[in-house]
């Protein structure tokens, strides 16, 4: 069975850091590209980054750019999300989500995401 | 950025009976368009992609169709289960982007 598990959201100050993580298990992990998608409180869902198979490309929505760093540990089915220089707007419901394929933004599963709040 | 706009925000609707959402882009994205489900206190769920293909396990009640820039999610006859809030989504460019959604209620 595909599994993700967040983990890492905390209540952070303006202007502060988080590392969220991603733990994976039930496939081959480094088949697959990976996504962080976030959803704020009463809101839609807005994907934020993705990385490929290997690593080698990573994508950001523009809000983030600069800010956010994907990446991942395929020796150990991890993925992570570094974000620096957070902002009340970040206060957000974070997930993970595993594409279809080794590339591109279909996701077929998805964790229970991970609370990340912004706030002085 | 392609824009997602579903209609409408919310639709009540009786069980048994059939539920019709849309969703439009702002651009064409071919078939590359996605539904999601999603329950309180959940993770979404992906039920379509491609427009029209069900994902394994998915109910045959659940259809899609649609091309380019408008897009349907069809339920024929609600469950109880079916009550939630449906997302679509194109996967066409990135940022891959999601409309606002649409909470479908027990009328």
């Not at chain 1, 590392?19 to 962080?36: P, Q, V």
Request: net charge neutral.
């Amino acid at each position: 069975e595909v599994q993700l598990v967040e983990s890492g959201g905390v209540v952070v100050q303006p202007g502060g850091s988080l590392r969220l993580s991603c733990a994976a298990s039930g496939f081959t992990f480094d088949d697959y590209a990976m996504h962080w998608v976030r959803q704020a409180p009463g809101r839609g869902l807005e994907w934020v980054s993705l990385i490929t198979w290997d690593g080698g490309s990573t994508y950001y929505t523009d809000s983030v750019k600069g800010r956010f760093t994907i990446s991942r540990d395929n020796s150990k089915n991890s993925l992570s999300l570094q974000m620096n220089s957070l902002r009340a707007e970040d206060t957000a419901l974070y997930y993970c989500a595993k594409a279809v394929a080794a590339t591109g933004g279909l996701f077929d599963c998805w964790g229970q995401g991970t609370l990340v709040t912004v706030s002085s | 950025e392609i824009v997602m706009t579903q209609s409408p925000a919310t639709l009540s609707v009786s069980p048994g009976e059939r539920a019709t959402l849309s969703c439009r882009a702002s651009q064409i994205v071919g078939g590359n368009l996605a539904w999601y489900q999603q329950k309180p206190g959940q993770a979404p769920r992906l039920l379509i992609f491609g427009a029209s293909t069900r994902t394994t396990g998915i109910p045959a009640r659940f259809s899609g169709s649609g091309s380019g820039t408008e897009f349907t999610l069809t339920i024929s006859s609600l469950q109880s289960e079916d009550f939630a809030v449906y997302s679509c989504q194109q996967y066409n460019n990135w940022p891959y982007t999601f409309g606002q959604g649409t909470k479908l209620e027990i009328k």
